[in-house]
């Protein structure tokens, strides 16, 4: 079953933050977060395997609440070449799982 | 460098004409995944080989088939294409599933005429 992003789209300017949800109505063992530019293939951001993980590298980090279901993606102090589309993915039966996607777009 | 990578980048085919796309492997991976993304929508899992065991997904369509003749090498066969499979074709592996990172291809887009 898919999990489910929030917000949909989200459009911001340089040095803005945001937030990325991704939930899911199964039991959660790790999660996956990929940026996607258009026309290109996925690039993996990082991977939550255990609840109550967080993560990150620059100004992009995840948290990961296993008995909510969910896991976030932080964006702070957002810069142009963090606009795309994230995916966050969810494993089931051993496979990955992607949600549906947000767009993100960062403006000057 | 150790990579995914995917022939041909772009594919035109006609409608009903058969086509195949290929991916190969350096990282000696025993996972490798073929996903279908069509415009403004997620990667959507097709079908996925655990060394030799292949896995099919419940809602792949028959026309699509997959072969996995040694580690290195997997191929995508859509036997007669329609205009809905017009889709960027995704390969990614991973060394033990869906645990660890997916290293994708850069993917072939296919167009159908």
């Known amino acids: 079953q898919q999990p489910v992003q929030s917000p949909q789209a989200v459009i911001l300017r340089e040095g803005e933050d945001a937030v990325i949800n991704c939930s899911s109505s199964?039991?959660?063992?790790?999660v996956h977060w990929y940026r996607q530019k258009h026309g290109e293939a996925p690039v993996f951001l990082m991977i939550l395997l255990k609840g109550g993980e967080q993560k990150g590298h620059d100004k992009i980090s995840a948290s990961f609440n296993e008995k909510k279901q969910q896991s976030s993606l932080y964006l702070t102090a957002s810069q142009l070449s963090y606009s795309g589309t994230y995916f966050c993915?969810?494993?089931?039966?051993?496979?990955?799982?992607f949600g549906q996607g947000t767009e993100l777009s960062v403006k000057p | 460098d150790a990579m995914v990578i995917q022939n041909p980048r772009y594919q035109v085919t006609q409608f009903g004409k058969p086509v195949t796309l290929s991916c190969s492997q350096t990282l000696n991976h025993n996972v490798m995944y073929w996903y279908q993304q069509k415009s403004s929508q997620a990667p959507k899992l097709l079908f996925h080989y655990y060394d030799k065991d292949f896995n099919n997904e419940a809602d792949t369509p028959d026309n699509f088939q997959s072969r996995r003749p040694n580690t290195s090498f997997c191929f995508l066969d859509i036997r007669s294409p329609g205009l809905g499979d017009a889709a960027m074709y995704l390969c990614?592996?991973?060394?033990?599933?869906?645990?660890?990172?997916?290293?994708f291809g850069s993917g072939t887009q296919l167009s159908v005429l």
């Open positions: 993915g969810t494993v089931q039966g051993g496979k990955l799982i």
């Open positions: 199964k039991a959660l063992y790790s």
């Open positions: 990614a592996t991973s060394q033990r599933g869906g645990y660890e990172k997916l290293f």
